[in-house]
């Protein structure tokens, strides 16, 4: 499923979280990988693949949705520490960005969260 003209793209501030957390369960149930193309948001649905692109220098990456969050309210997503590196934004820890849903999770299997959108 693709966001279609009629919906808004979100823009926000999107920031990163790393080793305090590395290893502790996700809302998905698997434990956080800081080093996994992974990111939190509050409604999406886990297992949702977004591209996440840094308005900043354009950069992008496709990221899965495995987690609740971010906290502050006033960001949009929480992404992990290797999803912020691509996106050389881990040094600042926040950036503007724009989130584009890729494709949401199939409801009848749980093996389309684990497998990449083509």
């Known amino acids: 499923m693709r966001l279609g003209k009629a919906q808004s793209t979100p823009v926000g501030q999107a920031s990163w979280y790393g080793k305090d957390f590395d290893g502790k369960p996700t809302a998905s149930g698997e434990p956080y990988d800081m080093y996994e193309l992974t990111a939190a948001h509050r409604t999406l649905p886990l297992g949702s693949w977004v591209k996440v692109t840094n ?3 354009r950069r992008w990456i496709l990221v899965r949705i495995n987690d609740r969050g971010p906290v502050p309210l006033q960001r949009i997503i929480d992404l992990s520490y290797s999803a912020a590196r691509i996106l050389n934004m881990s040094g600042r820890g926040i950036a503007k960005v724009r989130l ?11 093996m389309a969260m684990l497998t990449p959108p083509r």
Do not use: I
Not at 100 to 110: F, G, H, I, M, Y
């Open 55 to 57: 308005l900043r220098n």
């Open 100 to 110: 584009d849903l890729v494709r949401a999770p199939e409801q009848t299997s749980d």
